[in-house]
């Protein structure tokens, strides 16, 4: 199964007596389009979509997104840095699990199949559906560990790619 286009989402929501709204269809697209390995928080999904000029308030996002999630639409991720990430819930062969760094929030996916059969066999057992399967695996990356994690490292340190990537962030937004 490809993942969702507009048109099959439609029907999908149709189905369970929902409706695509305009702004579930925007919330979609930037998922759609969003870089491989990328997730967004509510709070920054807002921002790209300001930055489109599309003026969805942030309650509207939080209500979306929970609602695309207990669909199975998006998938609400739990990673290391506080608050609730999402991004596209792909069917196989495109499901993947996390590796994050506790110290850095650097998010690596990796797929396994045994993973998602055995908690598809579970759900059968229990006449239970499928919605979703995430494995999310708490790490400290190499870079923290030569820093001499945890003892050396203060609790705000971040590795040199997040540095960069916050700067390259502040410098656009000073650019703009
Ligand atoms: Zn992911
Ligand atoms: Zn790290």
New binding site residues.
């Given amino acids: 199964m490809p993942p969702y286009t507009s048109a099959s989402l439609k029907a999908e929501l149709n189905s369970r007596g929902w409706r695509l709204t305009p702004q579930r269809e925007k919330i979609l697209h930037v998922f759609q389009n969003l870089p491989r390995?990328d997730?967004l928080s509510a709070e920054e999904l807002h921002q790209v979509l300001e930055e489109r000029g599309e003026a969805i308030s942030l309650s509207t996002i939080y209500r979306s997104v929970k609602l695309m999630s207990r669909m199975g639409i998006l998938r609400e991720?739990e990673l290391a840095e506080g608050h609730k990430h999402y991004?596209l819930n792909q069917p196989y062969p495109h499901h993947?699990h996390?590796l994050v760094c506790i110290q850095c929030n650097k998010t690596l996916?990796f797929k396994n199949d045994s993973i998602l059969k055995h908690s598809l066999k579970q759900t059968e057992k229990e006449g239970f559906q499928l919605i979703d399967c995430q494995l999310t695996v708490m790490a400290v990356c190499p870079e923290a560990v030569r820093m001499g994690w945890p003892s050396a490292l203060p609790s705000n340190w971040a590795c040199t790619r997040v540095v960069a990537e916050r700067l390259q962030e502040e410098e656009k937004k000073e650019d703009s």
């Fill in positions: 390995g997730h991720l991004e993947h996390h996916e």
